[in-house]
């Protein structure tokens, strides 16, 4: 393990392979509790949450890693790996490792959709949640995601669709017009931050999780995920719970909105000038608004 100027990286042992982490930032108050942060994808790396890292300045911990199958942990060849129950093991196993008996739980995307499974078994010492951009179901997402999809411009369209119906998804064509849809819907800034290019660059590099679980985009599932949903179980939730989402995200308000009102108690907040990125396209909005729900659980805490 090795500590730097801006944090400790080290692994975790995850059945036979090891888990990369990231910790930034002291606790200098036992009320300031850690916050886990769950990346997306799925299959993604965390380095793309790196204005999160900003929130250890309030005197937390603020934790990273990247799950199983890409960028610092292991990267086994086997798809049948790649289920819900897996990354729910990984994620107990993190919080076992780094002793997190008491910890705030961010999910971004599919980091988001992994911590409301995680919520709804209730696990203890979960102080609260945040989750970004997240859908509870996969069939309004879908449902969601084509409604966007058709206000393309139509050659776009005929591309995507063109190549979705051969199975040539890989082809330059169909990634360049994909990539019209993730800059109307993923990330709206122009250029994209380095840190996001990491993480795209890391995730077209090492593609299997994502192609498994979800598929070849966004907006073509064909995944394992395609008949997924937790929407049903959300009222399971007790925990304090922030739901937040971009005015332009693919996780659309109706998405985001779906899941505010399954978690009784909730907050909603909507990022007007975002997408699917408002950690990144209103990093200080974003960065307050976090901040100050992770801080106002925290003032009920016993001295």
């Not at 042992?13 to 850690?34: A, K, M, N, S, T």
């Not at 086997?78 to 961010?106: C, I």
């Not at 966007?148 to 890989?170: D, I």
């Amino acid at each position: 393990m090795a500590d730097g100027k801006t944090g400790t990286e080290g692994f975790i042992p995850f059945r036979e392979w090891r888990i990369g982490y990231r910790i930034v930032g002291r606790q200098e108050d036992p009320r300031h509790l850690p916050l886990l942060c769950l990346h997306g994808g799925p299959g993604s790396t965390f380095d793309y949450l790196e204005p999160l890292e900003a929130l250890a300045a309030a005197g937390r911990q603020v934790i990273f890693y990247d799950q199983l199958g890409n960028g610092r942990s292991g990267r086994p060849a086997d798809p049948s790996l790649w289920t819900v129950d897996l990354f729910l093991e990984e994620l107990a196993t993190v919080r076992r490792a780094l002793g997190l008996t008491q910890v705030h739980l961010l999910g971004q995307s599919w980091g988001g959709m992994l911590a409301m499974e995680y919520a709804v078994t209730r696990p203890r010492g979960l102080a609260s949640l945040v989750l970004a951009d997240a859908p509870a179901s996969t069939a309004q997402w879908v449902a969601e995601i084509n409604r966007l999809r058709a206000e393309l411009p139509k050659e776009v369209q005929a591309v995507l669709l063109r190549h979705e119906a051969a199975g040539t998804t890989a082809d330059p064509a169909y990634q360049e017009a994909m990539l019209v849809f993730y800059r109307r819907h993923v990330c709206r800034l122009d250029p994209w931050p380095d840190c996001l290019m990491r993480t795209f660059r890391q995730l077209t590099e090492s593609p299997e999780v994502y192609l498994t679980l979800w598929g070849p985009s966004e907006f073509h599932v064909t995944g394992t995920l395609k008949e997924w949903q937790v929407l049903d179980r959300l009222g399971r939730i007790t925990t304090p719970t922030l739901v937040v989402g971009g005015r332009h995200d693919e996780a659309t308000p109706i998405v985001t909105g779906a899941v505010h009102r399954a978690i009784a108690g909730s907050e909603w907040v909507l990022f007007e000038e975002s997408s699917h990125m408002p950690h990144l396209e209103e990093t200080p909005r974003f960065l307050k608004i976090v901040g100050d729900f992770l801080a106002s659980g925290e003032a009920a805490l016993p001295a």
